[in-house]
């Protein structure tokens, strides 16, 4: 499964959007592009995932580049309980279904 | 909202001990997992158990763990002997579908090994 690369941490202001970017240059053609977030100890939890185009759900919108080499979370109205750790992950068909995390990053809705 | 549930929700043990860990997947999932995440680090990936069988471990997952699916809805994670350094949370996950499908994560479980 290809690398992402994460900032450590963001600021947001309540009530504002936040934009956390992911970098993942050596993904391949059948890789998804999954968030996932923590909210402190808590189980992670899924946010949404993309192949190539950009999705939309009740929690987030994902926007993936055209090339698929960077992607974007956004969470369109920040509120303070959005403050956890978010996991841009890319996972391919044809493994285990694992998910591997890496460090992610801190964001910090701030009032 | 079907979810993954997780128990106990905090075990304290001795060294030497051994302790299980239940999960009970959402019922139509086929892929299940178990996690662990050592307070402040980050999430590591253990075992992945399918159609009954362990289809992928890693290099963590020694002869200390083993994992089961005794009946039709219970996933544990066995440790043998527990060591100081297997205090963390553990956590059990699943899914339907392994290619395109969201992997469901329970809310842990708390081991502390004194």
């Known amino acids: 499964d290809a690398k992402t690369t994460q900032p450590t941490s963001m600021d947001c202001a309540e009530g504002r959007a936040a934009n956390l970017p992911c970098n993942h240059s050596t993904i391949s053609g059948n890789e998804y592009v999954y968030w996932y977030r923590q909210i402190h100890s808590q189980g992670p939890q899924y946010i949404i995932h993309?192949?190539?185009n950009n999705e939309t759900n009740e929690m987030a919108s994902l926007i993936i580049t055209e090339d698929r080499k960077s992607s974007t979370l956004i969470l369109p109205h920040a509120t303070l309980r959005d403050t956890a750790v978010y996991y841009c992950i890319v996972r391919g068909s044809g493994n285990t279904g694992k998910l591997i995390f890496g460090q992610g990053t801190t964001l910090q809705v701030k009032p | 909202e079907p979810e993954v549930t997780q128990t106990p929700s905090h075990q304290v043990t001795q060294m030497g001990q051994e302790v299980i860990l239940r999960c009970v997947p959402i019922s139509n999932h086929l892929y299940f997992y178990w996690y662990r995440q050592i307070l402040g680090q980050k999430v590591e990936f253990l075992v992945s158990f399918y159609n009954n069988e362990i289809s992928e471990k890693s290099e963590i997952f020694d002869d200390q763990f083993s994992v089961e699916r005794p009946d039709g809805s219970n996933f544990t994670l066995k440790i043998r002997s527990t060591k100081l350094e297997d205090s963390a949370m553990y956590f059990c996950a699943s899914i339907r579908d392994r290619d395109t499908g969201e992997l469901f994560f329970g809310e842990g479980s708390r081991l502390t090994v004194l």
């Open positions: 993309g192949l190539k």
